[in-house]
């Protein structure tokens, strides 16, 4: 592993950062929007029910850290992307380029980006609804690393099946994160499931840190 | 002198499954020297990308093997494309970088030092005339200059060997010249050894030291361009006839010379150590002559006498 040539490629996608608007409106607009959206209905639903405590604050906890999920998911399968719209991939390896180096190089810039998404994320529901997402202490290392893993591992197989099929199949990079996300019990509680979709969650990793979060919030023990 | 072998080529086979399996490159074996410059020609379809490809790892071959600098290819990938660079009209960079962000990325991926980069990127960039463009999105150039970038992006870090898809192809002929000038001087001065590929047989001919064919995957020839060309006698003599067409074609038929008419323009193909007979024969049958030109034989005849063969060869076998 070449440390020069991983950071070669960070940049080559940090340039591209700088450069498209639509890239900057996927690592902070978007989330903010959901936010604003799920704060303010969360809140609402709130107020009109008071035997549903910290629903606030666990959903919009769990939306940030879905936002995790997401981000390290779509960077690997859209950085892929990225280099086969510009018909760029025998480019780079055509060079000494390793594909460890790739796959290192997009988990860096992943890890960059979700750094920011988080701390727009975290800070976003502080100023809007004075709630502090940090609440599940330091909990919150070992969940996002869990988290991180996970949509890796997303992207990687979204990828696969990208560089299997192509363009054709490049919506998989947009679809892939959400096929988990129903069985990640990532809004409400593994028990709603049905059976079927419980025997899928209880293999997810990250079911088990949403539950935990969840359980923190509501007991206040870590589980 | 001998020169050191710096690429060999042994069996390489890329075969395509499927329902129709289909053998892209068939058994094929070559070497190139330190400094020389290689032409693969061939009809589309004939097996030069997917070579190429396959020199460069992109592509992993069904069996055969690749030796550089007398190193199994595919054990010593990394360190082996340190000295092999590539370029393609049909590859691109991306296109929302600049020029220079996009030059700075591959120094980098060559592990060039910062101040390396800086030195090469602005003495290629210059020599390409494309400096004052460099803060430029890619998006925003034309085909010529992104050719340019592309074989600066190529020589950036001094190559030993330099794989060329297409250089030259949908370039106007002063930027295409520019680009063989280039080409050439890099040979001259750091020996670059190079493989080439072109659908110009004339830029070819004036760039390559030794030529390979391929058709339908296997090589059917590999020789100096010369020789290639000799090795087709037929030539062409183009007669503007002012008086006595009719006899031209009498004679053109006694003779049994293939021939074409034209605007009183008479084509006529023969073996070109006939042609002093054909002239001094049609003088002594009076025919008068306005204008003459000889089309020997060159690369193109070679390339078109090769794809009419494997057209046929094809035809035969299904």
Known sequence: MNIGRIWAVTIRHLYLFIHSLDRLTDMVYWPIMDIILWGFTTQYVQQRNVSLPHVALAILTALVFWQVVWRANYEISVNLLEEMWNANLVNMFSTPLKPLEWVSAVMLIGLLKMLITLGVGVGAVWFLYSLNIFTIGWLFLPCIALLMASGWFMGFLGSSFIIIGGTRVQTIAWTMGFLFAPFSAVFYPVSVLPVWAQMISRVLPTTYVFESMRTVLATGAIP | MSRDVVLSVHDLTKTYTGKKPFVAVDHISFSMHEGEILGLLGPNGAGKTTTIQMLLSTLKPTSGTITYFGKDFYTHRSETLQHVAFASTYIQLPHRLTILENLNVYGMLYNLSPAERKHRIQ????????????????????????????????????????????????????????????????????????????????????????????????????????????????????????????????????????????????????????????????????????????????????????????????????
């Open chain 2, 123 to 318: 003495k290629f960039l210059t020599f390409f005339g494309v400096w004052d463009q460099r803060n430029k999105q890619m998006s925003d150039l034309s085909a010529g200059q992104k050719t340019r970038v592309m074989l600066a992006k190529a020589f950036l870090a001094h190559p030993r060997i330099a794989l060329l898809d297409e250089p030259t192809a949908s370039l106007d002929p002063d930027i295409a010249h520019e680009v063989r000038t280039f080409v050439l001087e890099q040979r001259r001065e750091y020996n670059v050894s190079m493989l080439f590929t072109s659908h110009n047989m004339d830029e070819v001919t004036e760039v390559c030291d030794r030529v390979m064919f391929l058709q339908h995957g296997k090589i059917v020839a590999d020789d100096t361009p010369d020789n290639l060309a000799r090795s087709i006698s037929t030539a062409t003599v183009q007669l503007m006839v002012g008086d006595g067409m009719k006899r031209t074609i009498e004679y053109a038929k006694k003779h049994k010379l293939a021939h074409t008419i034209e605007n009183r323009v008479m084509n006529i193909s023969l073996d070109e150590q006939h042609i002093a007979e054909l002239l001094s024969g049609l003088a002594k049958v009076g025919v008068e002559y306005t204008q003459i030109s000889i089309n020997k034989p060159s690369l193109e005849t070679y390339f078109l006498y090769l794809a009419k063969q494997g057209r046929v060869v094809k035809k035969e076998n299904t």
